[in-house]
Nanobody, 130 residues
Framework: ERQLVESGGGLVQAGGSLRLSCEAS????????IGWFRQAPGKEREGVAS??????????ADSDSMKGRFTISMNNAKNTVYLHMSSLKPEDTAVYSC?????????????????????WGQGTQVTVSS
């Protein structure tokens, strides 16, 4: 079965770091754009960061709350995209999910969810305690 599998979430204290993983299972990230999204309880889903597997181009949400603390990267050989999160804050608590599409290879459009998606993962919970 072709799917995205997220991992790496958990409970962390404020100020700590986590690395989330999004692995393609049953297919390869040969020509996809992949993005990370998060949704906190009672809030709308928001884009975090996206990356183009072809040229490595990245795009980050224009968010003061996340700026400079989150980094997206990928290991093509492992078909895995990572989200490195540092200086975590309680307001970063959310379910983090990844999504991918090969229909339109535009990192900004993906993060804005303005393109049809091919895959959407189940998500991994990140909880930051104060």
């Amino acid at each position: 079965e072709r799917q995205l599998v997220e991992s790496g979430g958990g409970l962390v204290q404020a100020g700590g770091s986590l690395r989330l993983s999004c692995e393609a299972s049953g297919f390869a990230f040969d020509d996809y754009v992949i993005g990370w999204f998060r949704q906190a309880p009672g809030k709308e889903r928001e884009g975090v960061a996206s990356i183009n597997s072809v040229d490595g181009h990245t795009y980050y949400a224009d968010s003061d709350s996340m700026k400079g603390r989150f980094t997206i990267s990928m290991n093509n050989a492992k078909n895995t995209v990572y989200l490195h999160m540092s200086s975590l804050k309680p307001e970063d608590t959310a379910v983090y999910s990844c999504a991918a599409t090969r229909r339109i290879l535009n990192v900004e459009l993906l993060l804005r969810l303005w393109v049809p998606l091919d895959y959407w993962g189940q998500g991994t919970q990140v909880t930051v305690s104060s």
